[in-house]
């Protein structure tokens, strides 16, 4: 973005156009509103959402840097009413005078109160000013609904693993803007922690590289190392590995700590997991799975646990998320356990795979269709709801069926209740009204 030796890495490595962008194809790419915006000159009130160090203001600078209209930035955290005022008067004799528009550009708009939003729409609505507003918070919650009526909403996402590794290598390859004439080399252990400890913030990456590059070229080195980055970064590494052998044996201790009903271990390996930058969907997933296969009918409510965490997951993100995993997981370490419905359907499974296919009992057979009765599909079968305690005695499995029985209760919580229930219910032999198939 600038050759000014004196700014930091983080601005001078600043795109100057959105083909220089690394990730947001969604937002920036060919196609999207704000190419549009630029290719096409048509200008429209835009609020730009994402985490820190996404590429918001740099969005934001872009498109004033490509349009003709006058160009007013200012600070929700250090503006008021009277400084949003004066910059809309000076729009509208602008646009008296020269017939330009005004672009604003309002950082952190989240930090306006309900009045100082509000003071923007009419300037928005005669069209003095194009609002272009970025913030860290969920616009649809902090920002007033008119004026997002009158605005785009555009999502930045955290940038993945890859595309900050793209960004470190750029900059340690640019003569001009970035670190090049060090002639610094980053091995990959050190680049994959920098990537980990900066949490998918360009800025943050940067600001460790820099710093990184200035103690490697201070102490003669050529190559940044991982205790190079640890000391710039003041993060020590997590040995974690999420392709290798260690994440396997991570989840796999998490997953038996739970098991174990240990909520500390439990607790300490999703730790583990979070901070040596794990997935946490993953995590959600397995937790998922452990609802059902080691909870199971013991507590049903683990299921729903699990499904609320990873649909957190998916709604906060991190680090605010951590907390809905920690809940999930105690919540699965305390529950009692039961792999009831797990070994059941293996030996189904196993039934089916190992014998041939039964075909279905003429009385359960579909009897909707014309023409069914007459092949005599549904004679003879029991309506249970007929029956007392809506139950009535009936084979519902296909002779020669190997294997069974494929449920095995467990003994434990809600499990051992509901058989019970059950055992009470199917030991009667209540009579029916008759084949209402």
């Known amino acids: 973005m600038t050759s000014n030796p004196l700014a930091p890495l983080a601005w001078r490595m600043r795109p100057g156009d959105l083909n220089g962008f690394i990730g947001q194809e969604d937002a920036v790419g060919q196609g999207s509103l704000l190419y549009r915006m630029i290719s096409e000159g048509a200008l429209t009130s835009v609020v730009i959402w994402g985490p820190p160090g996404t590429g918001k203001t740099t969005v934001a600078w872009v498109l004033s840097n490509a349009t003709s209209a006058r160009v007013e930035r200012l600070s929700a955290v250090t503006s008021g009413v009277a400084d949003l005022r004066k910059a809309i008067d000076v729009a509208g004799k602008e646009l008296e005078q020269s ?46 609904s008119a004026l997002l009526s009158r605005a785009r909403v555009v999502r930045l996402e955290a940038l ?46 940067l600001s460790i590289l820099e710093a990184s590059a200035e103690a490697a070229s201070a102490a003669g080195q050529k190559s940044i190392t991982l205790e190079t980055v640890e000391r710039s970064s003041r993060v020590p590494a997590v040995h974690y590995d999420k392709d290798g052998d260690v994440h396997y044996d991570i989840i ?66 991190l680090p605010e998320a951590r907390i809905n995993l920690a809940h999930a997981t105690t919540y699965m370490a305390l529950a009692p356990k039961s792999n009831s419905a797990y070994k059941g359907i293996k030996l189904a499974q196993k039934s089916v795979t190992e014998h041939r296919d039964w075909d279905v009992p003429v009385h359960l057979k579909d009897a909707s269709y014309p023409g069914a ?32 029985p494929f449920y095995r209760p467990g003994t434990e919580g809600e499990e051992r209740a509901l058989y019970k229930q059950f055992r009470d219910r199917t030991s009667k032999s209540p009579a029916t009204k008759g084949d209402t198939s």
Do not use: C
């Open 373 to 404: 009765r007459k092949l005599g599909h549904g004679k003879g079968y029991k309506y249970p709801h007929d029956g007392r305690s809506h139950w009535v005695a009936q084979e519902y499995m296909p002779k020669g069926v190997k294997g069974a």
């Open 99 to 144: 017939g330009l528009k005004t672009l604003l550009l309002i950082d952190e708009i989240h930090r306006f109160n309900k009045s100082q939003q509000d003071a923007l729409l009419p300037a928005m609505e005669d069209g003095r000013i194009v609002l272009i507003g970025t913030t860290t918070e969920n616009p649809y919650f902090e920002v007033n």
């Open 160 to 205: 993945s693993d890859a595309d900050l590794a793209h960004i470190v290598r750029n900059a340690l390859a640019d003569n001009e803007n970035g670190l090049g004439d060090l002639g610094l080399t980053v091995d990959d252990v050190a680049t994959s922690h920098l990537i980990r400890v900066s949490k998918g913030d360009a800025r943050v990456a």
């Open 252 to 317: 796999s201790a998490f997953i038996k700590s739970m098991r174990g009903s240990d909520p500390d271990s439990a607790l300490y390996w999703l730790a583990r997991m979070i901070e040596g930058g794990e997935d946490p969907r993953f995590i959600a997933r397995r937790l998922i799975i452990f609802s059902s296969e080691d909870v199971g009918l013991a507590d049903s409510s683990a299921l729903s646990v699990a499904v609320a965490a990873s649909q957190a997951v998916d709604h906060v993100g």
